[in-house]
């Protein structure tokens, strides 16, 4: 590492790379990439004040942690088990709301964490004490159940979060 101080003309110079790279890409995915390459690199990564801003009254005592802090674990997790984080960080930021396979994917890769082949089958199988966990609602997407907020609350401290999700936009024009 690097112990001089920070050189504000290469610091310039750097962000205006990552503009040209970033200037055609919509603001979530800059705000993705970033992140993600922060957390790549070992930082403890840029938290997100929109989050904050849309929690009740402003408050931040339940926001959810960002995606670096979130991830840092001490725990030696399976894939399967870093599919159930990674459908808990969604349960953190959104609360019971469905889920896409492809959004689970983002996560893991966002959080450099490896998740299994076969994603579906494993959200399909998830059970704790006889009760599954992930509900499918589609092809592809599938809902946490209340064992499974209880199996994040329990494992990993998380509480469901109230973030609205932005509204899809059709996938087909039929």
């Known amino acids: 590492m690097n112990t001089e101080q920070s050189n504000p003309a290469k610091a310039a110079e750097l962000a205006q790379q990552i503009v ?11 705000s993705r990439a970033i992140r993600a390459a922060l957390t790549l690199l070992g930082d403890a990564g840029v938290e997100d004040t929109r989050a904050h801003a849309s929690q009740p009254n402003g408050s931040t005592a339940d926001a959810p942690a960002d995606l670096a802090t979130f ?35 983002i996560i893991a890769s966002e959080a450099g964490v490896v998740l299994p082949d076969r994603l579906d089958m494993t959200l399909n199988q998830a059970t704790s004490k006889g009760r599954k966990l992930f509900q499918p609602v589609g092809k592809g997407i599938f809902k946490p159940t209340a064992a499974a907020g209880l199996v994040f609350k329990g494992r990993w401290g ?8 932005p509204s899809q936009k059709a996938e087909s024009n039929t």
């Open 71 to 105: 991830f840092s674990r001490q725990d030696d997790l399976r894939p399967s088990d870093n599919a159930q984080l990674c459908a808990a960080y969604h349960f953190s930021l959104h609360g019971p709301i469905a889920f896409s396979l492809d959004e689970l994917r």
């Open 158 to 165: 998380v509480r469901p979060g109230r973030i609205a999700k």
């Open 20 to 30: 040209q790279i970033l200037s055609g890409e919509d603001s979530q995915t800059r």
